[in-house]
């Protein structure tokens, strides 16, 4: 093993193991992500048939999370390589990624405050399609009751939009015992009850509107979201900030590193 001084320049190695310090926690929660992912496809046996994927009109959450996990372990993996290896490929690799992802979070940020209606109709079209697949996968189905339930809301714009689902479609020629009815999730609690009553949507609609306000929320999610951001709009903002520093430290340390690499080849070459 041969060990090298560098007269003029060197690598800074604060920078090279704070660099690996840095994607080490990217690398551990990219594997933590794709081991919860991996896990709850196994559950559902979508492993075994990957069709089930494509057959989801809504969104499967699992992919969200698979994706998030991949993209973290990838860069994670570039990161504490490149690092510790000193490999400006695996550095700019890392560092590329980073921007990329940066200037795409401004980008949406943007286009979210100049073009509100386009993102509102977006959004609601979202929600339809996943009401369409409420029943068709579990995780789907827990986070929309999960939102109704937190947000005091019910479908996207209210409570008649769960005509798009064809359990409890009123129009729809199925027997279900949930037509023209709703999620208990939209039911609104009673303090005296300790057990969730999970029919307490059931024929809610064949009611009188008049009738819906004491039993179920009326409010869409959509108009409950947007109540909800001006109310937390610092909050919000923080969670922006913070993940922008954190994107900004990579780079700042990525593109450090690799201008103390070069300044060694270069310094090398003479």
Not at 67 to 78: K, N, P, Q, S
Not at 81 to 98: H, M, P, Q, Y
Not at 250 to 257: D, H, M, Y
Request: net charge neutral.
């Amino acid at each position: 093993m041969h060990y090298y001084r560098y007269s003029n320049a060197e690598v800074s190695c604060w920078y090279k193991y704070l660099l690996f310090s840095y994607n080490i926690v990217f690398w551990l929660a990219g594997v933590a992500f794709l081991a919860v992912g991996l896990w709850a496809w196994s559950e559902k046996g979508v492993l075994s048939d990957l069709t089930k994927v494509t057959g989801l009109h809504g969104l499967d959450p699992v992919v969200l999370v698979l994706v998030v996990g991949i993209v973290m372990f990838t860069l994670g993996f570039a990161g504490c390589v490149g690092a510790l290896r000193e490999n400006i490929c695996l550095l700019k690799f890392f560092c590329g990624t980073i921007v990329f992802i940066f200037l795409l979070e401004l980008a949406v940020a943007v286009m979210a405050f100049l073009f509100q209606d386009w993102v509102r109709d977006r959004v609601k079209e979202f929600f339809e399609n996943n009401i369409k697949s409420y029943r068709d996968d579990i995780d789907l189905q827990n986070i929309i009751d999960s939102l109704q339930r937190i947000n005091h809301c019910c479908g996207a714009q209210g409570p008649e939009d769960w005509d798009f689902n064809i359990y409890f479609d009123c129009k729809s020629e199925s027997k279900s015992r949930e037509k023209c009815g709703v999620p208990f999730s939209c039911c609104i609690p009673d303090p005296a009850q300790k057990v969730v009553n999970t029919q307490c949507g059931y024929d809610i609609r064949k009611k009188s509107k008049s009738q819906w306000d004491d039993q179920i929320f009326v409010k869409g999610c959509i108009h409950a979201l947007e109540a909800w951001l001006p109310r937390n709009i610092y909050i919000v903002a923080g969670v922006f900030i913070a993940i922008s520093l954190l994107q900004i430290f990579g780079i700042f340390l990525a593109r450090t590193l690799i201008s103390d690499i070069e300044a060694v080849k270069a310094s090398n070459a003479f």
